[in-house]
């Protein structure tokens, strides 16, 4: 929270710039145009009171899935056993555990029965954000090269962002809704219709029209927010009185004021101005970059921070945690360089990133630019609207042009760079977290591959998914690699239920096993038998998509019935004691996809030491993958080589006549 004496500053900074723009800015402040990125007629949160409630299922579906996902993971007599320990677990200590987990649901109508489990388990994890949890979605290069400049991309998406809040806040962003058939619904007559059903109702409203309204309630969490270590677990931090953005380039960090005292956008040419002043400050790197303390374990970090606000920089920690979201200006040029830009944008050095921020809009030298978001907040469905919505508004509804001059007051009226007061402890421990950064970075390796020649066209022609067909090529890579197979994680979003989160697809199964045997055997079956059990793949993959899509896979369900069973105490169910729970946990190839015409790509870490992070794309006009290991438990780059043969094999298979 502020201090008094600050709040008193800021307000007293802003309401003289207020004066001074007032005349010629009174007629702009009011215009809708400017400060809503959308004026949707059906509210924002309109749907979210009768959204379904995320399904507790059944525990004997739930042990038919766990045990169908185990089956080619395990041994004949390791199957036998974990088996055995299901059968137990479903007709025994599994069924008080469901009965706990019903009544508790019952309960907490408001909420479901993963959200407040999940928040917890990412908020007590003590391993440091970057690589691990914060991902990164690299935005499309603006079509015209004048406005993909830093500064005006920069100040472009700033202002998109700021209109994007502000619908938001207003309650006229327009809802997610998911349309089956989007010629049919996502029409006037839907918005009209729906819009004049109570929220009680207007669900179900839109169920009738075949369409989905999704959980909205993350979206809250996009602006003002940060996650702020302590010892044990973290917590989130969300304010209502932040009218700043936090900046960061070469390690410095600035407070910008972005709003007037009544809550409106300010100028284009007054964030224009801000923004020219700070990327042409002269000011060299940060000695002692204080941001790199964010890649610090959580712990580590906890006890630095509560040192750095004993010392004199509290005032300074509140400005960033209030701040409406972090602007990292980068000084490097990407150009072509794909694997520069998956590199900085998912980790970089540290020294200029503050991890912590719900999430940080980074813009580099020549305006190439993405988004790297903490994630124990939410997930990628609200930063993919958001990056999509922006991009949109930026791109096709540019405030700044290459004529666009900057204002004529002072720009440092509205620009406030943050000293920090940092005794030796502080110092030293900021170079111990960049020396083992630097460590961790330099034994990360990204490697991807870019199909321009494959597509989702082709796939759709012979009727399989593309999911499926990507992840087949996944499991057949790395078997082709390693020869064996291993626990695969897909996420799947949950958000058509009320504080959904995710479910996981567990993408390799008996169907993509045998298919991967009999495509890297030496007596290879025919193509008319590889394309038939290809297409079974796709089919079970199918079915996999919509159970966890529908709240029914078995991964949260058995993690929510854990919880209980440790608080419960006592000894734990065989199952989960089990090394083949640990060994489906233990996730080797961790994956994800957000596909999107306003994403270049993405990226994250992989999720245990020896295994692969793999971000992918699927286009009308492409497919493509990154992949990311830790030397020399893995290499991405043999991963990925692997992943081009499996690619060819399978696009020659259902190119194939037969």
């Not at 996650?227 to 953005?245: A, C, N, V, Y």
């Not at 920690?317 to 520069?340: A, Q, V």
């Not at 330099?442 to 082709?458: A, G, H, N």
């Not at 089990?578 to 489906?584: G, L, R, S």
Request: aromatic fraction near 10%; glycine fraction near 4%; proline fraction near 4%.
């Amino acid at each position: 929270m502020y201090s008094s004496q600050v709040v008193f500053k800021f307000r007293k900074l802003k309401s003289s710039f207020s004066v001074i723009h007032s005349c010629r800015w009174k007629s702009t402040q009011k215009n809708d145009d400017y400060q809503f990125i959308q004026r949707s007629k059906v509210p924002t949160m309109h749907f979210q009171k009768s959204l379904p409630r995320l399904p507790i299922p059944k525990l004997e579906d739930t042990c038919k899935r766990y045990l169908a996902a185990q089956m080619p993971l395990l041994k004949e007599n390791e199957f036998k056993q974990t088996k055995q320990y299901v059968t137990r677990f479903c007709e025994v200590e599994g069924k008080s555990l469901q009965e706990q987990l019903k009544d508790w649901d019952a309960k907490n109508k408001h909420t479901s029965y993963i959200c407040e489990s999940w928040f917890d388990m990412y908020l007590r994890d003590r391993a440091p954000l970057p690589i691990n949890y914060n991902p990164a979605i690299i935005f499309v290069n603006e079509s015209r090269p004048e406005y993909n400049t830093q500064l005006i991309r920069a100040t472009n998406m700033l202002i998109s962002s700021l209109r994007f809040m502000k619908s938001l806040q207003a309650g006229i962003l327009k809802p997610e809704v998911f349309h089956l058939n989007p010629k049919k619904s996502d029409t006037p007559l839907f918005y009209t219709v729906t819009r004049m059903l109570p929220p009680s109702v207007s669900w179900y409203g839109a169920y009738l029209f075949n369409a989905y309204p999704l959980d909205m309630s993350q979206y809250t969490g996009l602006f003002n927010a940060t996650r702020i270590p302590e010892i044990g677990k973290d917590r989130i931090f969300r304010s209502s009185t932040g009218s700043h953005i936090l900046v960061m380039k070469k390690g410095n960090l600035y407070t910008v004021s972005v709003l007037d005292k009544n809550g409106n956008i300010l100028p284009p040419s007054d964030l224009l101005a801000s923004m020219k002043y700070i990327i042409d400050d002269t000011s060299p790197a940060a000695e002692y970059p204080i941001g790199i303390l964010t890649t610090e374990q959580r712990d580590t970090w906890a006890q630095v921070r509560k040192h750095l606000a004993d010392t004199g920089n509290s005032e300074n920690l509140s400005m960033i945690d209030s701040s409406i979201f972090c602007l990292i200006l980068d000084d490097l040029t990407i150009g072509e360089n794909i694997h520069l830009m998956l590199q900085n944008f998912l980790h970089g050095d540290g020294t200029n990133r503050w991890f912590d921020k719900t999430f940080s809009l980074c813009v580099a030298g020549d305006g190439t630019s993405a988004v790297n978001f903490e994630h124990s907040w939410g997930d990628g469905v609200a930063v993919l609207r958001y990056i999509q919505d922006i991009h949109k508004d930026s791109t096709a509804n540019p405030r700044v042009h290459t004529g666009t001059q900057t204002s004529g007051g002072d720009p440092a009226n509205l620009v406030r760079r943050l000293q920090f007061s940092l005794d030796e402890t502080s110092k030293r421990a900021i170079l111990d977290a960049r020396k083992k950064y630097r460590a961790t970075c330099d034994s990360l390796r990204i490697d991807f591959v870019k199909y321009e020649e494959y597509d989702r066209r082709i796939c759709k022609q012979n009727q399989v998914s593309p999911d499926s067909i990507m992840q087949l090529g996944f499991q057949a890579a790395f078997h082709r690699l390693h020869g064996k197979y291993v626990s695969t994680y897909e996420s799947c979003s949950t958000a058509a239920f009320r504080h959904g989160r995710t479910e996981t697809i567990r993408p390799c199964t008996s169907a993509t096993t045998e298919f991967c045997d009999a495509l890297n055997s030496a007596d290879k079956p025919s193509n008319a038998t590889l394309k038939a059990m290809l297409k079974k793949c796709s089919q079970v993959h199918a079915t996999l998509t919509k159970e966890a899509a529908m709240g029914q896979g078995f991964d949260r369900h058995l993690f929510a019935l854990r919880i209980l069973a440790e608080r419960n105490g006592g000894q734990l169910p065989a199952l989960y004691t089990d090394p083949a729970f640990k060994a489906i946990n233990y996730n080797v190839l961790s994956t994800s996809t957000l596909s999107s015409k306003a994403v270049m790509a993405g990226n994250f870490g992989p999720v245990v030491k020896d295994g692969f992070g793999v971000a992918y794309t699927i286009l009308d006009d492409m497919l493509g993958a990154v992949a990311t290991s830790y030397l020399p438990h893995q290499d991405s780059r043999a991963f990925i080589d692997s992943l081009k043969v499996s690619f060819q094999q399978i696009f020659d298979i259902l190119n194939a006549k037969v």
